[in-house]
């Protein structure tokens, strides 16, 4: 069975607040699914978490500012922001921040 993390978990292995995970998590910013519905129990799956660092890690450049993470579709039915269509993040120019809509 697959091992799902609750949020005070993610909290402190991220180093940040219960809230934040959460409101990281509604916004779509933070991968995260919702047990039986919009209104279920919030929780993350582990993979989907390394995966995020390290797609944040790998746009990192030494000396540059951080990079937004990228905003992750939102599944029906796994919470988060429901069913709204998102704009995708456009790639960085030289010289220009990327730009998250909604935030």
């Known amino acids: ?3 799902l993390l609750k949020p005070t ?3 402190q292995r991220l180093g940040v607040s219960r809230a934040w995970v959460y409101d990281a998590a509604k916004r779509g910013r933070i991968p995260s699914i919702r047990i ?3 209104e279920g129990p919030l929780r993350f799956v582990p993979e989907d978490l390394e995966l995020w660092i390290d797609d944040a890690r790998a746009a990192w450049t ?3 500012p951080a990079v937004v993470t990228r905003q992750l579709p939102i599944r ?3 919470g988060g922001r429901g069913d709204r269509p998102r ?3 456009q790639a960085p120019h030289s010289g ?3 730009l998250l809509s909604d935030l």
């Open 1 to 3: 069975m697959l091992s």
């Open 9 to 11: 978990e993610v909290a």
């Open 87 to 89: 704009r995708r993040l």
């Open 62 to 64: 030494p000396g540059r």
């Open 96 to 98: 220009q921040q990327q």
């Open 36 to 38: 039986g519905g919009e």
């Open 76 to 78: 029906p039915g796994t």
